[in-house]
């Protein structure tokens, strides 16, 4: 059985809930000052409110959270307004988030409109965020060939920056390098862009959760942006059910937990319906030939069924196919909004 302590040493963040007051006849405390016995908080990175509940998630050492728990647990005793970003609020509540896989988006505000080929440039800017917290970690994902994250930018007017991350441990990197940038203005594709003051994390699961997932014969999966597969020294923009499945398979046993893993399966589906067309992806060496649209796959085989609608879920995170990590292959349940 696991036990509190290791739940809470292995944290992918901690957040807490926060209440605007109205008038106050407490003198406010600064939120950093409020927790001032705790040092090792890295960063302080507001997130999107929701129905106007205003949340902060905390950064710090993943050893550091249990005890960073601890103190703010002791915190409640004292009944004081905190001050935040020019606002008085009271304390109401902490989440802690033990998830595997998270997305995040964070909009972008472009000095100009955004080309269309931004792959490298949002794979390089991750990078950079990643190694001003950790150079090795950094370094260490440029080596694998198995990338545990996703990038894209939403097209239109008002675009987003989407990152989905596979492993827990990327999360609190991640969030210290976005810190230094967020609110302000960075190069993106040598255009100016200023970064939103707040990050959007709109999915979170688990590995366990997934393997919970009710399974369905039928499996209809959207292609929100070009995918291809490899097919020997060819490239096959049809997303046939052996190269879907095959990869997600692979990416999740290259980062679920051993005792999660699936055995090697000989998938046997069929194609039910489909609406697709081809589209390019523009890249910064060349352009992409990909398909967008939806696909409905059917496996009559029930176990093979049962590991599909796991995947398939899981997809939404991973990406399918070719260059998930420059924009390509972002997928979803067909239905699903995020």
């Known amino acids: 059985m696991t036990s509190t302590n290791d739940n809470l040493t292995?944290?992918?963040?901690?957040?807490?809930?926060?209440?605007?007051?109205?008038?106050?006849?407490?003198?406010?405390?600064?939120?950093?000052?409020?927790?001032?016995?705790?040092?090792?908080?890295?960063?302080?990175?507001?997130?999107?409110?929701?129905n106007g509940v205003t949340k902060v998630m905390l950064v710090a050492e993943a050893q550091d959270y249990s005890t960073l728990t601890q103190t703010i647990c002791q915190q409640i005793i004292w009944?004081?307004?905190?001050?935040?970003?020019?606002?008085?609020?009271?304390?109401?509540?902490?989440?802690?988030?033990?998830?595997?896989?998270?997305?995040?988006?964070?909009?972008?505000?472009?000095?100009?409109?955004?080309?269309?080929?931004?792959?490298?440039?949002?794979?390089?800017?991750?990078?950079?965020?990643?190694?001003?917290a950790d150079s090795a970690l950094a370094d260490h994902l440029h080596q694998q060939s198995q990338l545990p994250f996703t990038l894209s930018i939403s097209p239109g007017s008002h675009p987003k920056l989407r990152i989905s991350l596979l492993q827990k441990k990327l999360l609190a990197p991640l969030l210290l390098g976005l810190s230094h940038s967020l609110g302000q203005e960075m190069l993106?594709?040598?255009?100016?862009?200023?970064?939103?003051?707040?990050?959007?994390?709109?999915?979170?699961?688990?590995?366990?959760?997934?393997?919970?997932?009710?399974?369905?014969?039928?499996?209809?999966l959207e292609f929100l942006s070009p995918t291809s597969f490899k097919q020997g020294q060819q490239i096959q923009p049809f997303p046939l059910p052996e190269f879907v499945f095959a990869g997600l398979h692979r990416r999740w046993n290259a980062f679920a937990p051993n005792h999660l893993h699936f055995p090697k399966v000989?998938?046997?589906?069929?194609?039910?319906?489909?609406?697709?067309r081809t589209k390019t992806f523009r890249m910064e060496g060349g352009s992409e030939i990909g398909s967008v649209g939806w696909v409905r796959?059917?496996?009559?085989n029930p176990e093979q069924a049962r590991i599909a609608t796991i995947l398939?879920?899981?997809a939404s995170f991973a990406g399918v196919g070719r260059k998930t990590t420059m924009g390509m292959g972002q997928t979803r349940l067909k239905g699903k909004e995020n």
């Open 79 to 132: 009944n004081v307004a905190i001050a935040w970003q020019g606002n008085c609020y009271e304390f109401t509540g902490i989440e802690v988030d033990n998830h595997d896989l998270h997305v995040l988006q964070i909009s972008l505000t472009p000095a100009e409109s955004l080309p269309r080929s931004m792959g490298r440039a949002i794979h390089a800017q991750f990078s950079q965020w990643l190694a001003i």
């Open 312 to 314: 398939a879920h899981f």
């Open 297 to 300: 796959y059917r496996f009559p």
């Open 10 to 50: 292995s944290m992918a963040g901690l957040t807490i809930v926060l209440k605007p007051l109205r008038s106050s006849t407490l003198q406010a405390i600064g939120l950093a000052d409020w927790l001032s016995k705790f040092e090792p908080v890295q960063a302080w990175i507001p997130l999107v409110q929701q």
């Open 188 to 220: 993106l594709a040598n255009i100016a862009c200023r970064l939103g003051q707040a990050i959007d994390i709109v999915q979170m699961n688990q590995f366990e959760q997934l393997t919970q997932t009710i399974p369905k014969e039928a499996i209809e």
């Open 266 to 276: 000989e998938w046997q589906s069929l194609v039910a319906m489909y609406e697709l």
